[in-house]
């Protein structure tokens, strides 16, 4: 483990993908003076003299991030906030940990807080602490309004916020429009407002004292703070700390989401083509090689085949049936899953995936969408194949699109 005063430098650079009831603290600048919601535009015009010249270097994805050389020692260890990252009053409710969804293949390390369109919501730091990195997402010639922020509490904790929609002004004058990221050092205070953002964002809580189930932490090496990401409400003291559970989809612990399925041995949990690990082998579409046979993150009795190549794209699935469990599937058994599109229920009504309802089940649709098969031939190795568009009668054994997958 790389040493607590340089983790926090390692996590603050590029990134793109990918997904408060509390009155926040009058911010006092030099003039003082009140920040006021901007209105969120979709992209900054660059002025001419300010463009980039000379062709930008090919991006860097999140994971493979670089080590930037660290300002000045941190401080501290665990803390607790009193404080919320967000405007409580306005959000509807808390998506947990652990989507599986389009490219995000493996369990999501980030939470999803969702508003009403076209509200703007107050960002907040929800303790005292130092903005270490300030980044721009998506292509960089778009310009785009939507930026990551990456918060330095102490040595060990951290924030870490995807697709803020505006930054405050202070924030803001530090990057210009010929960058895409800038590696500061910005105090900020508990409940400083530092940016506004419009119906969903992405945060989570990472603990460096903290080393979560993942069999094989050295294949995360391109997104180290995964395998320190648990249950951000653990880091909310209470009342707090109930309020925020209130506002997620789960009610199955832990209700701030989880991402750490692998039992060894075992189908279960994520995978990567034998290799290539996070990272993948293309740093434009680096989940293609991802491959998570893991609990739903709102209904985790019910499980996903998600994948990175379903005939070229991610995708999604449930299992028709629902079995066999892959937490019992063991070394040397041949499993075929017949593979279902599913959606959620309140009850027996559709949910309208835009108000706040607890208790949601996942259900199968009826029609099979293709063959998985899998058959763990080692411990920590795995066969896979996936034939779209097939019957269970039209597949008995792998053939040539079969890879070993690792973890």
């Given at each position: 483990m790389k040493s607590k005063q340089y983790y926090w430098i390692l996590v603050t650079v590029i990134g793109i993908i990918f997904v408060s009831g509390c009155a926040p603290k009058e911010i006092v600048e030099e003039p003082q003076q009140e920040i006021a919601a901007p209105v969120i535009k979709e992209e900054t015009e660059v002025a001419?003299?300010?463009?980039?010249?000379?062709?930008?270097?090919?991006?860097?994805?999140?994971?493979?991030?670089?080590?930037?050389?660290?300002?000045?020692?941190?401080?501290?260890?665990?803390?607790?906030?009193?404080?919320?990252?967000?405007?409580?009053?306005k959000i509807i409710f808390i998506t947990p940990l652990g989507a599986m969804s389009d490219g995000h293949v493996t369990p999501t390390d980030h939470q999803y807080w969702s508003a009403e369109d076209?509200?703007?919501?107050?960002?907040?730091?929800?303790?005292?602490?130092?903005?270490?990195?300030?980044?721009?997402?998506?292509?960089f010639e778009e310009q785009l309004e939507d930026w990551r922020v990456v918060i330095e509490h102490t040595c060990t904790i951290g924030s870490i916020y995807i697709h803020i929609d505006a930054l405050a002004p202070r924030?803001?004058?530090?990057?210009s429009t010929t960058r895409r990221s800038a590696s500061v050092r910005i105090p900020v205070e508990e409940g400083e407002v530092i940016g506004w953002y419009d119906f969903s964002v992405d945060y989570n809580v990472v603990d460096e004292d903290i080393t979560i189930g993942l069999l094989s932490p050295k294949l995360y090496e391109g997104e180290d703070?995964?395998?320190?990401?648990?249950?951000?409400?653990?880091?909310?003291?209470?009342p707090l700390k109930s309020q925020l559970e209130a506002l997620s989809l789960r009610v199955d612990p832990p209700l701030g989401g989880k991402i750490d399925y692998d039992i060894d041995g075992k189908l279960i949990g994520n995978w990567f083509?034998?290799?290539?690990?996070?990272?993948?082998?293309?740093?434009?579409?680096?989940?293609?090689?991802?491959?998570?046979?893991?609990?739903?993150?709102?209904?985790?009795?019910?499980?996903?085949?998600?994948?990175?190549?379903?005939?070229?794209?991610?995708?999604?699935?449930?299992?028709k049936g629902n079995s066999p469990n892959p937490a019992d599937v063991?070394?040397?058994?041949?499993?075929?899953?017949?593979l279902t599109d599913f959606d959620y229920y309140d009850g027996n009504k559709h949910w309208d995936r835009v108000s706040l309802v607890k208790g949601l089940k996942v259900k199968n649709d009826d029609q099979v969408k293709g063959i998985a098969l899998f058959e763990l031939v080692e411990n920590r190795k795995l066969k896979f194949e996936v034939f779209p568009e097939k019957l269970a009668e039209e597949v008995s054994d792998f053939a040539e699109n079969a890879k070993i997958y690792e973890r």
């Open positions: 001419e003299e300010e463009k980039i010249e000379e062709p930008e270097e090919p991006y860097i994805p999140e994971q493979q991030r670089i080590q930037r050389e660290p300002k000045e020692q941190c401080t501290g260890g665990r803390i607790n906030f009193d404080h919320p990252p967000f405007n409580l009053d076209n509200e703007l919501v107050e960002v907040y730091s929800p303790g005292d602490g130092f903005i270490i990195d300030i980044e721009r997402m998506g292509r924030l803001k004058e530090k990057i703070w995964k395998i320190h990401t648990q249950d951000p409400f653990l880091y909310f003291n209470e083509v034998e290799g290539t690990a996070y990272r993948g082998s293309d740093p434009w579409d680096y989940w293609k090689g991802h491959l998570s046979i893991s609990p739903h993150h709102i209904d985790p009795t019910h499980f996903i085949v998600s994948m990175g190549d379903y005939g070229g794209e991610p995708a999604q699935f449930g299992v063991g070394v040397g058994e041949l499993v075929k899953y017949e």
